[in-house]
Nanobody, 123 residues
Framework: QVQLQESGGGLVQAGGSLRLSCAASGRTFSSNAMGWFRQAPGKEREFAAAINWGGGVIYYADSVKGRFTISRDNAKNTVYLQMNSLKPEDTAVYYC????????????????WGQGTQVTVSS
Protein backbone atom coordinates (compact mmCIF):
# COMPACT_ATOMS: atom_id res chain seq x y z
CA GLN A 1 0.00 0.00 0.00
CA VAL A 2 1.24 3.49 -0.88
CA GLN A 3 -0.25 6.71 0.41
CA LEU A 4 0.15 9.90 -1.60
CA GLN A 5 -0.46 13.45 -0.41
CA GLU A 6 -0.36 16.42 -2.75
CA SER A 7 0.28 20.00 -1.67
CA GLY A 8 1.18 23.35 -3.19
CA GLY A 9 -1.96 24.18 -5.09
CA GLY A 10 -3.60 27.57 -4.95
CA LEU A 11 -4.76 30.63 -6.85
CA VAL A 12 -2.32 32.33 -9.19
CA GLN A 13 -2.53 34.88 -11.97
CA ALA A 14 -1.88 33.92 -15.56
CA GLY A 15 1.84 33.88 -16.22
CA GLY A 16 2.63 32.94 -12.65
CA SER A 17 4.19 29.81 -11.18
CA LEU A 18 3.35 27.14 -8.66
CA ARG A 19 5.25 24.13 -7.38
CA LEU A 20 3.25 21.06 -6.47
CA SER A 21 4.62 18.40 -4.18
CA CYS A 22 3.50 14.82 -3.68
CA ALA A 23 4.76 13.04 -0.59
CA ALA A 24 4.62 9.25 -0.60
CA SER A 25 4.55 6.89 2.34
CA GLY A 26 4.12 3.18 2.79
CA ARG A 27 5.62 0.68 0.38
CA THR A 28 8.86 1.36 -1.48
CA PHE A 29 8.66 4.61 -3.40
CA SER A 30 11.98 4.80 -5.16
CA SER A 31 11.28 1.87 -7.50
CA ASN A 32 7.96 3.27 -8.68
CA ALA A 33 7.12 5.50 -11.58
CA MET A 34 5.21 8.65 -10.69
CA GLY A 35 2.72 10.64 -12.68
CA TRP A 36 0.86 13.93 -12.46
CA PHE A 37 -2.62 14.16 -13.89
CA ARG A 38 -5.25 16.88 -13.84
CA GLN A 39 -8.99 17.10 -14.09
CA ALA A 40 -10.95 20.23 -14.91
CA PRO A 41 -14.67 20.50 -14.13
CA GLY A 42 -16.73 18.53 -16.60
CA LYS A 43 -13.69 17.01 -18.24
CA GLU A 44 -11.91 13.69 -18.05
CA ARG A 45 -8.73 13.24 -16.08
CA GLU A 46 -5.79 13.95 -18.36
CA PHE A 47 -2.10 13.23 -18.27
CA ALA A 48 0.34 16.04 -17.48
CA ALA A 49 3.75 14.50 -16.72
CA ALA A 50 5.41 11.28 -15.60
CA ILE A 51 8.84 10.18 -14.43
CA ASN A 52 10.51 6.83 -13.90
CA TRP A 53 12.15 5.71 -10.68
CA GLY A 54 15.59 7.04 -11.55
CA GLY A 55 14.45 10.28 -13.15
CA GLY A 56 15.99 9.41 -16.49
CA VAL A 57 12.74 8.82 -18.36
CA ILE A 58 10.27 11.71 -18.38
CA TYR A 59 7.10 12.26 -20.38
CA TYR A 60 5.07 15.43 -20.78
CA ALA A 61 1.74 16.19 -22.36
CA ASP A 62 2.08 18.52 -25.32
CA SER A 63 -0.08 21.06 -23.51
CA VAL A 64 2.47 21.49 -20.70
CA LYS A 65 5.76 20.77 -22.44
CA GLY A 66 8.21 23.62 -22.00
CA ARG A 67 6.24 25.09 -19.08
CA PHE A 68 6.05 22.25 -16.51
CA THR A 69 8.93 20.27 -15.04
CA ILE A 70 8.56 17.01 -13.14
CA SER A 71 11.26 15.87 -10.75
CA ARG A 72 11.65 13.56 -7.79
CA ASP A 73 13.73 13.22 -4.66
CA ASN A 74 13.76 9.56 -3.66
CA ALA A 75 15.51 10.37 -0.37
CA LYS A 76 12.47 12.44 0.58
CA ASN A 77 9.91 10.14 -1.08
CA THR A 78 8.60 13.18 -2.92
CA VAL A 79 7.81 14.07 -6.50
CA TYR A 80 7.42 17.65 -7.70
CA LEU A 81 5.71 19.48 -10.52
CA GLN A 82 7.10 22.92 -11.20
CA MET A 83 4.53 24.86 -13.22
CA ASN A 84 5.59 28.05 -14.94
CA SER A 85 3.84 30.41 -17.36
CA LEU A 86 0.50 29.20 -16.09
CA LYS A 87 -2.59 29.73 -18.20
CA PRO A 88 -6.28 29.81 -17.26
CA GLU A 89 -6.71 26.50 -19.08
CA ASP A 90 -4.33 24.91 -16.57
CA THR A 91 -7.04 25.33 -13.93
CA ALA A 92 -7.85 21.87 -12.56
CA VAL A 93 -7.47 19.52 -9.65
CA TYR A 94 -4.00 18.02 -9.89
CA TYR A 95 -3.40 14.45 -8.80
CA CYS A 96 -0.24 12.47 -8.35
CA UNK A 97 -0.21 8.74 -8.88
CA UNK A 98 2.25 5.87 -8.71
CA UNK A 99 2.74 2.50 -10.35
CA UNK A 100 5.31 -0.25 -10.44
CA UNK A 101 7.31 -0.36 -13.64
CA UNK A 102 7.87 2.44 -16.09
CA UNK A 103 6.01 5.72 -16.46
CA UNK A 104 2.76 5.83 -18.39
CA UNK A 105 0.49 8.48 -19.89
CA UNK A 106 -2.59 6.39 -19.12
CA UNK A 107 -4.47 7.00 -15.85
CA UNK A 108 -5.63 3.40 -15.68
CA UNK A 109 -2.05 2.20 -15.53
CA UNK A 110 -1.55 3.71 -12.09
CA UNK A 111 -2.31 1.85 -8.90
CA UNK A 112 -2.34 4.48 -6.18
CA TRP A 113 -3.65 8.03 -6.25
CA GLY A 114 -3.57 11.05 -4.01
CA GLN A 115 -6.61 13.14 -3.12
CA GLY A 116 -5.66 16.01 -5.38
CA THR A 117 -4.84 19.69 -4.97
CA GLN A 118 -6.71 22.55 -6.64
CA VAL A 119 -4.88 24.87 -9.00
CA THR A 120 -6.76 27.94 -10.20
CA VAL A 121 -5.26 30.33 -12.72
CA SER A 122 -7.00 33.66 -13.13
CA SER A 123 -6.85 35.68 -16.33
Amino acid sequence: QVQLQESGGGLVQAGGSLRLSCAASGRTFSSNAMGWFRQAPGKEREFAAAINWGGGVIYYADSVKGRFTISRDNAKNTVYLQMNSLKPEDTAVYYCATRGGGPSRTPGAYTYWGQGTQVTVSS
